[in-house]
Structure formats: C-alpha cells, structure tokens
C-alpha cells in the first residue's frame, strides 16, 4: 500500500543522546515536511524539502537537522535530545504541483518521542 | 502572516446532532484552507480542501465547510453526527505564494460524540 512509514513507532531517549526519526515515502511526492505535535498547539512545522537536494526551516527548527539526499527519505535528526522535544513527530509529504497546485498533505503514522 | 484559529478546543454533541467546529483564518493573500482529522494514535487524514473553486466544499464522511471570505471563517460541517465521527480535527490554511507552501495548524477541536 503506498505511503509514508515512520521508525521507529515511539522511543524514550535519554537527555543528550543523538536521535535520527525515519521517514520514507513511496509516492513520488517532491515535497515532504516533518511537524511537531504537542497538546494544545496543533502541529508546528519543524523543517520542509521542496525537492530532493533542498531543506528549509519551519517554525520551530532549533535542534534538529534534516536531509533530503534523494525523493523517498526525509529523515530528522536530534543532535542532543533535551526533554522539550519530547512529543509526537509526524512527517508528511505532498506533491506540490506547480500552476494548479493541490498542496494537499499527506501524513505518516507518527512516531512517539520521550525525552528523559 | 498567516495564522488559524479554532474557536472551542473540545465539543460535545449527541449522536445524530449537528456537528459545527469552528474554524477563522488569517492571512494576507487568498488561502488555500484544509480540514484534516485524527483518530486516536494515527496520523491525519485530509477531510476537504478549498482551493477556490466552489466556495462550499463537501468532503469524506459526509463533512462539507463553507469558505466565507466575509467572515474569514471555513467553518466544517456535519448534518447528524456518528459515534465514529470522535476524533480531533485540525483547520489549516496554506501560503499560495510562499515557496514552502506551509501549512500552518490550528490547535485542534477535540469532538465527542454521546450516544
């Protein structure tokens, strides 16, 4: 079934270990994205990739880095985990079509983060 | 600057009652505005999407809004709610001319539905 799968599905992590969430996708989508959930704000917008070879920054991209080395892989990095990031990370992407764009996300399962 | 806000972040409505979840944007250029919704442990589903075309747009699971330029407001609508309509449900609103194309989330409506 074609999709976004996130690795791992949750994780307690200790304070200052290094972190990489798994995100791939098997649409072709050009843009992918990856969002913060935390009770009360909805999703925050971490960090963004147009295409493959590109990233941006979100929101709230202070301690974490991306990388988007072909179309399918999107993975987020915790350098040094501190408890804040402890929350639930989704990653999406989207076609992004140009002229009539759809815009239209598509999201991954999540996965479930604990910062100790 | 764009911004979404849901007006009540828990509603409660009896099986077969109307379901209404609020939903007003800000932003400075003509929005795209999207419902999405979340089940329990999973990840968002897109609801409806308006993107200029009809300004009443109908969606999955017998959801439709209506997108009043007036009121700033995309208001999601259900004509008689089920049981498995419980979930939290997410507005958002998208930058036609920014490059990331960015959604920016409302905090959520967290919507009951009492047998």
């Known amino acids: 079934i074609a999709g976004i799968t996130q690795a791992p599905t949750s994780q307690i992590l200790a304070a200052g270990r290094r972190m990489t969430l798994r995100c791939t996708q098997d649409?072709?989508?050009?843009?992918m994205y990856w969002y913060r959930q935390d009770l009360g704000l909805g999703l925050r917008l971490i960090h963004y990739?147009?295409?493959?070879?590109?990233?941006g920054k979100g929101e709230v991209p202070d301690g974490y880095s991306v990388s988007r080395a072909n179309t399918d892989d999107f993975p987020l990095t915790l350098a040094s985990a501190v408890p804040s990031q402890t929350s639930v990370y989704f990653c999406?992407?989207?076609?992004?079509?140009?002229?009539?764009?759809?815009?239209?996300?598509?999201f991954g399962p999540g996965t479930r983060l604990t910062v100790l | 600057a764009q911004s979404v806000t849901q007006l009540g972040s828990h509603v409660s409505v009896s099986e077969g009652a109307l379901v209404l979840l609020r939903c007003n944007y800000s932003?400075?250029?003509?929005?795209?505005l999207f419902w999405y919704v979340q089940y329990p442990n999973q990840g968002l589903q897109l609801l409806l999407k308006?993107?200029?075309?009809?300004?009443l747009v109908k969606g999955i699971n017998g959801f439709e809004a209506e997108f009043k330029k007036s009121e700033t407001s995309f208001h999601l609508t259900k004509p008689s709610a089920h049981m498995s309509d419980a979930a939290e449900y997410f507005c958002?609103?998208?930058?036609?001319?920014?490059?990331?194309?960015?959604?920016?989330f409302g905090s959520g409506t967290q919507l009951t539905v009492l047998p």
């Open positions: 999406a992407s989207s076609p992004r079509t140009s002229g009539g764009v759809t815009d239209t996300q598509y």
């Open positions: 649409m072709r989508h050009n843009a």
């Open positions: 990739s147009n295409t493959a070879g590109t990233t």
């Open positions: 932003s400075s250029v003509p929005p795209y």
């Open positions: 308006y993107t200029s075309a009809a300004t």
């Open positions: 958002a609103v998208s930058d036609r001319t920014g490059s990331a194309r960015q959604l920016t």
